[in-house]
C-alpha cells in the first residue's frame, strides 16, 4: 500500500519540536518530505538547526529541499573558511552578511556542528530545490515563481542547482533564487509555474501564516507549510508560535476537476 506524505514546513532550529512533532508520524509508515529551513531561529547557541537538519538526513523514507536559510548557512560555512567570494558585500542597510546573518537569528553553534560533520554538509550540498512527488505535486521552499528562471524541468534545476554548490561561491548564487514572496498569490502566475513544470500543485514553507492547519490557495494548487514552528524565533511580545499542525501535517488527497501542466486538478480554470 502507497504510504501517506508528511510533509514538514519550515523548523528553524527548533529540534525538540520537530522530534516531537514526528512522534505520531513512525518513519516506517509515512513518506517525510522537509520543505528546508532547517537553521536560523533556533535557542540561541544550542545548534538546533543542525540537530534537525541531522534528523531529517537520518530519517527513513524521507526527502528535503533546501531553503534559504540553510544556503545562508552554507554562504556563512565558506566565509568561516576564508571564502571572499563576496568581497565587501553589504545590504542596502549598510550590514555585513555577517551581520544580516546574525540579526536573522544566526547561531555559530550550528556553524561549528556542520563545519565538523563532513557527513552532514556533504548531505544539505546534494539537496535539490525541487521534489515531485508520485501525485504529480510539487515539492519547494519558497513560494515564489523564479526556480522557473534555472531551468525548464525539475531534474534541470536540480541538475544547476547541485552544480553551483559543488563551487565556492555556488551557495550564495542559490540563495538568490530563495528570498522571493506571495508569488503564487497570483492565480494566474501560479498556473503559468505549474504550467512550466507539468505539475498539479505546489506545496511550500518560507511565508508565515497564522492558520490552524497549512493554509490553501486556489482551491489547493498552492499550500503553505510555514505555520511559525519555532518557539525562539523573535517575535512582537506576547505572540505564541504557531500549533505543530499548521506546520507539519499530513498531504490531503489531490483534488480532481480540471487540468494544469497535463494532469487534473482542481481550479485550473
Not at 30 to 53: I, K, N, S, W
Not at 107 to 134: K, Y
Not at 191 to 220: A, K, N
Amino acid at each position: 500500500m502507497t504510504r501517506p506524505t508528511l510533509i514538514v514546513g519550515d523548523v528553524q532550529g527548533d529540534v525538540d519540536r520537530l522530534i516531537e512533532a514526528l512522534e505520531p508520524y513512525p518513519e516506517d509508515e509515512v513518506d517525510t518530505v522537509f520543505l528546508g529551513d532547517f537553521f536560523q531561529g533556533g535557542e540561541p547557541g544550542a545548534g538546533g538547526g543542525a540537530a534537525a537538519a541531522a534528523v531529517a538526513m537520518r530519517r527513513r523514507n524521507a526527502r528535503s529541499v533546501l531553503g534559504n536559510h540553510d544556503l545562508f548557512l552554507l554562504v556563512m560555512l565558506e566565509r568561516s573558511r576564508g571564502g571572499d567570494q563576496l568581497g565587501a558585500w553589504k545590504t542596502r542597510d549598510g550590514l555585513s552578511i555577517e551581520d544580516l546573518w546574525l540579526s536573522r537569528r544566526g547561531d555559530w553553534a550550528d556553524l561549528t556542528a556542520v563545519a565538523s560533520s563532513p557527513d552532514l554538509e556533504a548531505w544539505l550540498r546534494a539537496l535539490p530545490f525541487l521534489v515531485e512527488l508520485e501525485d504529480g505535486t510539487l515539492a519547494q521552499h519558497t513560494d515564489d515563481d523564479r526556480y522557473a528562471e534555472i531551468g525548464d524541468s525539475v531534474a534541470g534545476v536540480n541538475a544547476v542547482v547541485r552544480a553551483w554548490l559543488a563551487t565556492r561561491g555556488g551557495a550564495f548564487q542559490a540563495l538568490r533564487y530563495t528570498i522571493g514572496r506571495h508569488g503564487f498569490v497570483d492565480h494566474d502566475r501560479l498556473r503559468r509555474y505549474l504550467e512550466h513544470f507539468g505539475v498539479s500543485r505546489v506545496v511550500h514553507g518560507h511565508t508565515p501564516h497564522w492558520g490552524q492547519v497549512p493554509i490553501s490557495f486556489h482551491d489547493g494548487l498552492a499550500v503553505g507549510y510555514d505555520g511559525r514552528f519555532s518557539r525562539f524565533w523573535g517575535r512582537a511580545e506576547g505572540e505564541e508560535p504557531g500549533p505543530i499542525g499548521a506546520t507539519v501535517a499530513i498531504l490531503p488527497p489531490l483534488p480532481l476537476s480540471s487540468e494544469v501542466g497535463g494532469r487534473r486538478v482542481r481550479g485550473a480554470g
